[in-house]
């Protein structure tokens, strides 16, 4: 931007703001131009002249500022637009309207101009409301909105997600007799993509052929973005394909939401082959598109993808974020371990990039993960010096190390730390030190951690149930009267049993007495209420013997039947086959 001397007269007020809106020298307004020029406005009847260079500090305009220009002026209508139409486009809403309301009392009429800079303010935050508000003052001013102010206030609705504001706009536009155009009817489908709403979106795209207007790259981005966010990615990919047949070149909003659709179906090749795309067609990915794509490979545990997208980044003269190197610590936690993982945040301090509570909290989950908590409590120190304050997730890794590593006093302790620095521990927490305790036959402390669990708020579920009463199976002796009574503090709590608290009921009985009560198993069986499979079959069989196993299967089935539930084979068990924390597999 060259040197602009301002002269003391409104006109070169004036061309001042035309200079820096025509520029969009958005870095010079925050760093004090308007707020010069402010100064300038508040003096009496005296301008100070002042010199905006294109790297200028505030230094400069002290050394400018100190010789005032005696003569008088009074800024005219252009001049608080422009000013207006500045901190519009730095989406300063507030200083926006500030400037308006000093126009006025200064006694300068606003024009359509004005308002629609201020209306533009609004958009820009996506205050649809604020926007609808200026629109009302505009025409109680007795000034009849044009194309550009509906257009306006519908990009305000737009990009607050309210589609029904946004269509209420549109339709408003017409009823007034002003025809929409191109840039009213784009306003509308990115409000449709906002909501992921593809259907409305090519309503009104076939709207805008209909009138004959042709859309540009604004609308069939938002209609490939429409598509993106409605989880349809051949559609997507239909409309990317049908924008390029019209000689429409994709930008890197377009091709960035396309790339995340592949990036959130977790089809890392595709996400790829629409980078390569992109690179070909000559357009220039951001931070954010490279970010996409090499979390996707962290999604899909491609190491070797991730750094060759992460070196094409450095290549193109980006600067990776915290987001870039979260993502290769992830990345890295599989296929490197502990190692690998520490490599990449040594990297991440290096660049001098700030180390956030994500990053640390992955890398001290692989060591503990690793059963390596010497490893994991250093760097959880290292966060700790750094000022970074652990969460539920940074204690909850530890314990979990802990608890793979069946040591319970270490699980214990850690949990006490975490209560003592005032972070509260979730159900998840609670089942990591429950799972310790099962897995070394600690009923006791299993039992107690459960009641602790209760008095502190977290509700038990029933994952932390069955652990429980896997800890008093683990027991020795095995404590069936500790698991009996967990049973019926499930039933208490309207907590509904599921194949592992049933299974593990019947083993618990079975191995504390050969000879269980078969009055007993049959209730068991049928508070549970759950369709037998081979697991059930197995410990029934077990606990009572095959007669009686095979009238109590028989009756279930029938009962399930008849409710119109299928008994369910091993394989097809309704429930997950992800073992709960503490259970024994049954072979």
Avoid at 137 to 160: H, Q
Avoid at 171 to 186: H, K, L, T
Avoid at 274 to 296: C, F, H, R, S
Avoid at 324 to 344: D, F, L, Q
């Amino acid at each position: 931007m060259k040197s602009v001397l301002l002269r003391s007269a409104p006109r070169c007020f004036g061309r001042l703001m035309f200079a820096l809106t025509e520029a969009s020298t958005a870095d010079l307004l925050k760093q004090g131009n308007p707020q010069v020029l402010a100064r300038s406005f508040r003096q009496t009847g005296k301008a100070y002249p002042v010199r905006l260079l294109s790297k200028s500090t505030q230094e400069q305009h002290e050394k400018y500022e100190t010789k005032p220009n005696a003569i008088s002026f009074v800024p005219n209508v252009t001049t608080y637009t422009r000013m207006i139409d500045n901190f519009a486009r730095i989406g300063d809403d507030k200083a926006a309207a500030h400037w308006l309301q000093v126009m006025i009392d200064a006694g300068v009429t606003p024009n359509h101009c004005t308002y629609n800079a201020v209306i533009n303010a609004s958009a820009q935050k996506g205050d649809g409301d604020a926007a609808s508000h200026w629109f009302d003052k505009m025409v109680s001013a007795g000034l009849c909105p044009n194309i550009r102010t509906y257009s306006t206030v519908i990009n305000a609705c737009a990009k607050s997600g309210n589609l029904k504001g946004a269509i209420h706009w549109l339709r408003s536009m017409v009823d007034a007799g002003i025809e929409p155009n191109v840039v009213s009817y784009s306003a509308v489908i990115h409000a449709c993509a906002q909501v992921g709403d593809a259907e409305t979106a090519m309503h009104w795209f076939e709207n805008m052929i209909k009138e004959k207007i042709v859309p540009n790259k604004v609308s069939f981005s938002a209609v490939v973005n429409a598509h993106v966010r409605n989880n349809d990615l051949a559609a997507a990919v239909f409309w990317l394909d049908k924008m390029v047949a019209a000689g429409i070149r994709p930008n890197t909003v377009t091709y960035s939401s396309l790339i995340h659709a592949c990036a959130k179906d977790n089809n890392l090749n595709l996400a790829e082959h629409w980078l390569d795309k992109m690179l070909q067609a000559g357009v220039e990915p951001d931070v954010v598109t490279y970010n996409t794509v090499i979390n996707a490979c962290a999604q899909s545990h491609r190491s070797a993808s991730a750094v060759r997208w992460f070196n094409a980044m450095v290549d193109a003269g980006l600067e990776p974020d915290g987001t870039t190197y979260n993502s290769m610590i992830k990345v890295h936690t599989r296929e490197s371990g502990p190692s690998g993982a520490a490599r990449w945040l040594d990297a991440m301090v290096t660049k001098g990039i700030a180390v956030d509570k994500i990053a640390y909290t992955t890398v001290i989950g692989v060591c503990a993960r690793a059963g390596d908590i010497v490893r994991a409590t250093q760097w959880f120190d290292k966060m700790i010096d750094a000022g970074v304050q652990p969460d539920v997730v940074t204690y909850s890794a530890i314990i979990h190390g802990c608890a793979k590593n069946g040591d319970v006093e270490a699980a214990e302790r850690w949990l006490h730390t975490m209560v003592s620095d005032n972070v509260a521990p979730n159900v998840r927490t609670y089942n990591t030190v429950l799972n310790a305790c099962a897995r070394c036959g600690d009923s006791r402390a299993a039992l107690h951690w459960l009641d602790e669990m209760t008095k502190s708020g977290v509700p038990p579920d029933v994952v932390a149930y069955a652990t429980v009463i896997n800890a008093c199976r683990n027991a020795t002796p095995v404590n069936v009267e500790g698991a009996l009574k967990v049973h019926q503090q499930m039933r208490k709590d309207s907590i509904a049993g599921n194949h592992y608290t049933l299974v593990a009921l019947l083993h618990c009985l079975a191995d504390a007495n050969p000879k269980v009560d078969p009055a007993t198993v049959q209730r068991i069986v049928e508070e549970h209420a759950v369709a037998p499979n081979n697991h059930v079959e197995r410990a029934l069989v077990r606990a009572v013997g095959d007669e009686m196993a095979a009238t109590l299967l028989a009756r279930e089935r029938k009962r399930h039947k008849r409710y119109g539930h299928k008994p369910t084979g091993g394989a097809r068990c309704a429930t997950p086959r992800k073992h709960p924390a503490g259970i024994k597999k049954i072979r």
